[in-house]
C-alpha cells in the first residue's frame, strides 16, 4: 500500500493541471479509488483532493510572480477562470494572487508528500477475518457531520433523544452478527474529508428473513467479509486510535483492503459512564 501511494504522488505530480484519473491509476495498480481515497486521508492527514490543491498553488506560485497574464497562469494550473484560480489560490495561502504577486507573500508551501513504513507494530492488533451472509441494520437514523477526534455531539444527541425502553427493544431485536447494539457510519466521503454527511444509525443486525418494525430505518448490507478489530480502553479515544493504526499498521501490512461498505462499532462491555468501553470495530473488506 505505501508503494501504490507513492505512484499516486507521482501521478498526481505529472498531472497536476489535469483532471486525475484516479480510477484509472488505482485500476492500473492493482487496487481501487476507494481504497486509496480512505488510506491517503488516513496517512496523509487531509483528503487527497486538498493535497491537490495545495500542490497546485504551490507550483502556480513560481509562474504567478513572473510576467504572465492571470487568466493564462490560471488555465495552465487547471483553472477555468480567474475566480475560481482566485478562490483556490486564497485557501491554500491566505492571500489573493495579487497581493502575492504585488509583495511576493505570504505563501505556505505544501512540499510533494513521500509515504515511508516505520517499524512500530509493537503492540498487536486483536483482529480476526470473517465472512458473512447478507444482513440488515436497523434502528434509528440520521445524517450527520463527521468529526475525527472526541466525542460527536450530533451523534450523542441523536443517542441520548432515544428512551431507555426503546434501547431495550432494539437490543432484542440482535439476532445475527455484529450482535449487541451497533453505531453505524455509512455512506462516508471517500476523502474522510472533516465536516461533510454521513449517515450514522444506532441499532441492531438483523438476518434478512427476520421482519423489521415499521418505524425503525433500515441499511440493507450485502454478503461480503470483514475484518473484526477488538479494542480495550478510554472511550472513544482508544477506538479511534484503533481505526487510525488499521491504515498506518493493518492495511500495509496484510492483503486486504477497504471496500464500499458501513463501519460497525459493537460495544461488548462497558463502564458506568461510557468512559472506557470494550469494543468491535467491523471494516468491510475484500482481497488486495
Known amino acids: 500500500m505505501i508503494a501504490i501511494l507513492n505512484r499516486v504522488v507521482e501521478v498526481i505530480e505529472d498531472h497536476l493541471a489535469d483532471d486525475l484519473d484516479l480510477a484509472g491509476v488505482a485500476r492500473d495498480l492493482g487496487t481501487t479509488e476507494y481504497h486509496v481515497r480512505r488510506m491517503f486521508s488516513s496517512l496523509a492527514g487531509m483528503p487527497l483532493s486538498e493535497y491537490v490543491r495545495r500542490r ?51 505563501l505556505r ?20 477475518i470473517t465472512d458473512r451472509p447478507a444482513f440488515r441494520l436497523v434502528g434509528h437514523a440520521a445524517r450527520v457531520p463527521l468529526i475525527h477526534e472526541g466525542v460527536n455531539p450530533h451523534i450523542h444527541a441523536l443517542i441520548a433523544s432515544i428512551e431507555p425502553d426503546e434501547h431495550a427493544r432494539l437490543a432484542g431485536l440482535s439476532d445475527t452478527e455484529p450482535a449487541g447494539l451497533l453505531q453505524v457510519s455509512a455512506d462516508v466521503d ?52 484503533a481505526w487510525a493504526a488499521t491504515a498506518s499498521e493493518w ?36 482481497r488486495a
Not at 505544501?110 to 492488533?125: A, D, K, S, Y
Open 56 to 106: 497546485r498553488m504551490t507550483v502556480a506560485v513560481a509562474d504567478l510572480l513572473g510576467d504572465d497574464d492571470l487568466l493564462d497562469v490560471a488555465v495552465r494550473h487547471g483553472y477555468g477562470s480567474t475566480e475560481a484560480f482566485n478562490r483556490a489560490f486564497r485557501s491554500v495561502h491566505g492571500a489573493s494572487p495579487v497581493t502575492v504577486r504585488r509583495d511576493g507573500g505570504p
Open 109 to 128: 508551501t505544501q512540499p510533494q508528500l513521500r509515504f515511508r513504513l516505520t517499524v512500530e507494530g509493537n503492540t498487536p492488533m486483536d483482529t480476526r
Open 190 to 241: 471517500p476523502d474522510y474529508t472533516e465536516g461533510t454527511a454521513l449517515t450514522y444509525l444506532h441499532g441492531v443486525a438483523r438476518a434478512v428473513d427476520s421482519p423489521t418494525p415499521d418505524d425503525l430505518d433500515v441499511i440493507e448490507v450485502p454478503a461480503g467479509t470483514w475484518a473484526v478489530f477488538r479494542v480495550d480502553g478510554d472511550y472513544p479515544a482508544a477506538l479511534q486510535s
Open 251 to 286: 492495511f500495509p501490512s496484510n492483503p486486504w483492503r477497504l471496500r464500499r461498505g458501513p463501519s460497525i462499532v459493537a460495544v461488548l462491555d462497558r463502564s458506568a459512564d461510557f468512559t472506557t468501553a470494550t469494543c468491535e470495530l467491523w471494516l468491510p473488506v475484500e
